[in-house]
């Protein structure tokens, strides 16, 4: 089974410049989420969606931060523009949309430098 | 707002020791509680979960123990081996969402032969 698929494996930018991020979840996995993971920490939720709706962007920074999920599958995350405190590894992960299942599959995530 | 505590941060124990992290979390409604392994620039992966109707789940060397009343639960690795060193998060699930999952910050176990 191919698993989550994400780019760019690595991307460094400098303050104030954009960056997108690309997600491929599991085929036939109804969620996708995106979570940023800042060094020595946990991930945190920025957004989840359910096929191509908006279950929950609580934590996203919307005045810098916008994703998509045009047709349900893939997904975009983008920062503009991006601040120092932005660096952190970016996780995508998907689960199927079944009661009682609710296994999370990460993707290796992008991990973003901002100098 | 809801969160999970992780104890300890490091943890440094001889091959063949046993390793307990712990993780207490705030959201009386959870119920679905997994532990992920991150290897250094590795994806985390699912090593074992755990529903609130279960007090206990084991795996080969890992088990995971739930304590509903106190909000507490565990992760116990026996027999450790180099291999099983990484960082272990755990994670609880939160009401109110599909699937949401609210992450501990993180132990980082190193295993020494």
């Known amino acids: 089974e191919a698993g989550v698929a994400q780019s760019p494996r690595y991307k460094i930018i400098e303050k104030r410049q954009s960056v997108a991020f690309w997600c491929n979840p599991i085929?036939?996995?109804?969620?996708l989420y995106w979570y940023q993971q800042i060094l020595g920490q946990g991930p945190k939720l920025l957004i989840q969606f359910q096929n191509n709706g908006v279950v929950d962007d609580s934590q996203l920074p919307k005045d810098r931060f916008s994703a998509e999920r045009l047709k349900g599958v893939d997904s975009t995350l983008k920062i503009q523009p991006a601040k120092l405190e932005d660096s952190a590894v970016y996780l995508c992960?998907?689960?199927?949309?079944?009661?009682?299942?609710?296994?999370?599959?990460f993707g290796s995530g992008t991990q973003l430098s901002v100098l | 707002g809801e969160n999970v505590e992780q104890h300890p941060s490091t943890l440094s124990v001889q091959e063949g020791d046993s390793a307990v992290i712990k993780c207490t979390y705030s959201d009386s409604a959870s119920n679905y509680f997994p532990w992920y392994k991150q290897e250094l620039g590795k994806r985390p992966q699912l090593i074992i979960d755990i529903r609130s109707n279960v007090g206990e789940k084991k795996d080969q060397r890992i088990a995971v123990t739930l304590n509903k009343t106190a909000k507490h639960f565990s992760l116990h690795i026996t027999e450790t081996q180099p291999e099983d060193s990484a960082v272990y998060f755990c994670?609880?699930?939160?009401?109110?969402?599909?699937?949401?999952?609210?992450f501990g910050a993180g132990t980082r176990l190193a295993v020494h032969p």
């Open positions: 085929s036939g996995h109804a969620t």
């Open positions: 992960a998907s689960s199927l949309d079944v009661a009682g299942d609710e296994k999370l599959f």
């Open positions: 994670a609880a699930s939160l009401s109110g969402g599909y699937n949401k999952l609210i």
